[in-house]
């Protein structure tokens, strides 16, 4: 419950921030993203992968997060080129739409529904499911959708290698195993803390309740893409290859849940669509009550 009431409360701030006129908020909003990503996540990244572990547990969350995740993107391609949707909203539902939030959101969500034994697979749909898409494949994403003149293979690799989370997921995995000093721990824990607050602070202040028409149609595509779509291939998935435990039903909730605040933090930071990127988490989150409840009643 802690954990609900803090997500509505640090979006409630970033709202009331916002509507203080003497407070430059999108310029406060711009910084708190680059602190998430430049500093806090690359600190959580550093902190969390060396600790992973890989085993026969883990094919069926990461299975189901991989696919999940790779079918959402094609859908939001192929119906962002369908309804000529600009690069920039493209963009940015390339991220917030396929990237779920699988931690801060499913942690309690889900052990809610499942008891306290579903966490070790949460962990692992988080870790090597979305964690690891996001700083591999939204770095991708992030450096292609932001361009704003032609890019050749060679302007798109530089970004890709330059990026802060996909540079500290390289380091990280050649840490694996390792154990840090307290001091580099403690400060790695600080830092990696920001993330949740920063994020939906942010979110908080860029959120509208009233969208301008022309992003209307693509927050409510993505919304149903990932509150609706997702959790139904990711029931598929599970059907086909006749998974019926814990850890299938973890990975069918995870693909339910709401988008990835990290996510928008990303897309606003370089100019995707931000005001949209925001309205799909800040109103994905409180929607993804209902039909993630819904998602566990069905499983």
């Known amino acids: 419950m802690s ?14 921030l916002k509507n203080i006129k003497s407070l430059p908020s999108q310029d406060i909003a711009a910084k ?32 189901v997060a991989w696919i999940v995740m790779g079918l959402s993107a094609v859908m939001v391609l192929f119906i962002s080129r369908y309804m000529e949707f ?31 034994g579903a966490l070790p697979y949460i962990l ?22 932001s361009s704003q003149s032609k890019l050749s293979l060679k302007i798109v690799a530089l970004k890709i290698v330059t990026f802060p989370p996909l540079v500290s997921l390289v380091a990280a995995l050649f840490l694996s195993g390792v154990t840090y000093n307290i001091y580099i721990k403690d400060t790695l824990e600080i830092l990696s803390l920001a993330i949740v607050p920063f994020g939906l602070t ?15 149609k693509p927050f409510y595509i993505s919304l149903f893409i990932k509150l609706i ?25 995870e693909a339910s849940m709401a988008p ?18 925001n309205a799909i988490v800040g109103y994905g989150i409180i929607v993804s009550f209902v039909t993630s409840y819904i998602v566990f009643k069905i499983i």
């Open 260 to 277: 990835m605040v990290t996510a928008a933090a990303m897309a606003s930071m370089i100019g995707l669509a931000p005001r949209l990127s």
């Open 3 to 16: 954990n609900f009431i803090l997500i509505v409360l640090y979006i409630s701030v970033g709202y009331l």
């Open 86 to 116: 600009s690069k920039n909203v493209t963009g940015a539902l390339m991220l917030v739409t396929v990237l779920t939030n699988s931690s801060f959101m499913g942690i309690p969500l889900i052990s809610a529904y499942l008891g306290s």
């Open 124 to 145: 692992v749909y988080d870790q090597l499911g979305t964690f690891l898409a996001l700083a591999t494949y939204g770095t991708f994403v992030a450096s292609y959708y």
């Open 229 to 253: 779509i997702a959790p139904v291939i990711a029931l598929g998935i599970c059907y086909m290859m006749n998974w019926d435990s814990l850890t299938a039903k973890v990975s069918i909730l």
């Open 202 to 216: 942010a979110v908080g202040l860029q959120l509208q309740f009233r969208l301008p028409k022309e992003e209307r």
């Open 32 to 63: 708190l993203n680059k602190f998430v990503i430049y500093i806090a996540l690359p600190a959580m990244i550093l902190l969390e992968i060396p600790n992973l572990s890989f085993g026969s547990e883990t094919l069926i969350p990461v299975t």
